[in-house]
């Protein structure tokens, strides 16, 4: 259980880097409490779907 809650709070952390904004204590309390494989996992994860989302978008708005 405590496996699947940091990988939910990596998925959140990751969410707010791609936004730049963050908390100082909530940082703090990810440190401790994510590993870097899941953040690792969940930035490459989150890339791969952005810039697929921004080919597919360029290809939508190219193809009309």
Not at 5 to 16: E, F, G, M, Q, T
């Amino acid at each position: 259980m405590s496996n699947k809650i940091s990988l939910i709070r990596a998925v959140k952390a990751v969410a707010w880097s791609f936004l730049g904004i963050r908390k100082s204590s909530e940082f703090q309390e990810d440190i401790d409490k994510i590993t870097p494989l899941h953040v690792l996992g969940v930035g490459l994860l989150a890339g791969l779907l952005f810039v697929i989302g921004l080919i597919v978008l360029v290809n939508l708005v190219v193809a009309k």
